[in-house]
């Protein structure tokens, strides 16, 4: 059974930086970043390619950044100058194919004002 783990979240005063971790015990070609805050459908953050080919939502362009160690299956995701409305729960997302797609159970993320 194929897991992803996230760490790294918690509570952070607006403005400052947290990074997430997911580490999964498969290779997928697109590992990447959603949340989902309260009453509102979960969006993607940013997501990254094997070969490096990144994504971003508006949102968060200039402030977080997403990488990933393949030799690790890890994926990481910087977030820097949070805001309030950062606040969510992230999950990290695993895609290869409609038959190989997984998620984490999620990592909360607070930013108080």
């Known amino acids: 059974q194929v897991q992803l783990v996230e760490s790294g979240g918690g509570l952070v005063q607006a403005g400052g930086s947290l990074r997430l971790s997911c580490a999964a015990s498969g290779r997928f070609n697109i590992m990447g970043w959603y949340r989902q805050a309260p009453v509102k459908e979960r969006e993607l953050v940013a997501d990254i390619t094997l070969g490096g080919s990144t994504n971003y939502a508006d949102s968060v362009k200039g402030r977080f950044a997403i990488s990933r160690d393949n030799a690790k299956n890890t994926v990481y995701l910087q977030m820097n100058g949070l805001k309030p409305e950062d606040t969510a729960v992230y999950y990290c997302?695993?895609?290869?194919?409609?038959?190989?797609?997984?998620w984490g159970h999620g990592t909360q993320v607070t930013v108080s004002s």
């Open positions: 997302r695993g895609y290869s194919s409609i038959h190989f797609d997984y």
